[in-house]
């Protein structure tokens, strides 16, 4: 009989794919904003700069809509007793979400952390190894060899373990040539704060294709829908390649019936590559949680 597949040994390995990733220490890279508006495409694109050893990110504010489209009052001005007022409708969002300061890397709560480009204690084989002892996930490289026992023969083993999801094994499926395991998330509590409710987990070495999460960044019309996020491999690494929500949202008075974020160009920065404007407060961003593990709360 071949026992049945167990989705927390899933997801286990699927934090130690993640958790080997070597990412360079500079990244260089697009943000893209698509939207759909009254039957109309629209795109902005955000020149982007992501440290990884310090997990910061710096981004040009003014996306390349904006420059090819400088905000104009519509339908001029008029004058009245009180001063100036505007007519006409009102003027669309200049940021379609807010600048975005986003990074290729993020883990939706996958790792603990966003991985380094050196080995450090975070993302050692020591903690991968603690991942797999706290689900019960041997090394899939080594085969363990049984012993006889003259003690009496165990029937079950039942371990109580605190843990933030229900995980269930939902099938097989083919995410863009790979073949998959799909896996269910549940959150046991703080739905808000662990948010993954499907992974797509590669077969071979358990890499991430595909997630769902059921919000999205930490303000604004994404936190109150899902949203299905793509991945890539890009130079041997793994980064985001798109996300894609769920269901329309309504912001500053439009409808957006469909929203993509997607990430262009990733990769080191070259020589050629032109300097960041100086990085001003920002007050309407879009930005991602700080990585929550879905271990025990208590790491």
């Known amino acids: 009989m071949i026992p049945p ?15 080997s990733q070597r990412y ?73 979400l807010g600048v975005p300061l986003l990074a290729p890397t993020y883990s939706f709560g996958m790792a603990p952390f966003v991985p380094a480009p050196e080995p450090t204690p975070f993302n050692s084989a020591a903690l ?21 026992s003259p003690e009496l023969p165990v029937i079950a ?35 808000g704060k662990y948010r993954l409710r499907d992974l797509w987990v590669d077969e071979n070495d358990y890499a991430v294709w595909r997630l769902r999460v059921s919000i999205n960044f930490l303000d604004g019309p994404g936190t109150k829908i899902p949203w299905t996020v793509d991945f890539i491999d890009i130079d041997g690494e793994h980064y985001i390649d798109r996300e894609v929500a769920g269901a329309p949202m309504a912001v500053a008075g439009e409808i957006y019936t469909q929203t993509t974020i997607e990430f262009e160009n990733v990769g080191a920065p070259g020589d050629e590559a032109s300097p960041m404007p100086l990085q001003l407060p920002l007050r309407n961003t879009l930005e991602e949680p700080s990585p929550v593990p879905a271990a025990s709360s208590s790491r």
């Open 128 to 148: 991968v190894a603690e991942i797999r002892k706290e689900y019960h996930d041997p090394d899939p490289r080594v085969t363990p060899t049984p012993t006889p």
């Open 24 to 96: 360079p220490q500079l990244l260089a890279y697009r943000v893209v904003v698509r939207i759909v508006e009254g039957g109309k495409e629209r795109v902005e694109r955000y020149e982007t700069r992501f440290d990884a050893a310090g997990d910061a990110i710096s981004v040009d504010p003014i996306s390349d809509f904006e420059k090819d489209h400088p905000v104009r009052p519509p339908g001029g001005l008029n004058v009245s007793l009180f001063g100036f007022y505007r007519i006409g409708k009102p003027e669309p969002p200049v940021d379609f």
């Open 5 to 19: 597949i167990d989705p927390y040994a899933i997801y286990a390995r699927a934090q130690a794919y993640w958790l």
């Open 157 to 191: 083993v039942v371990v109580a373990a605190h843990r933030n999801y229900v995980m269930l094994y939902a099938g097989q499926e083919t995410v863009d040539g790979h073949l998959c395991y799909h896996v269910t998330l549940r959150a046991l509590h703080d739905p």
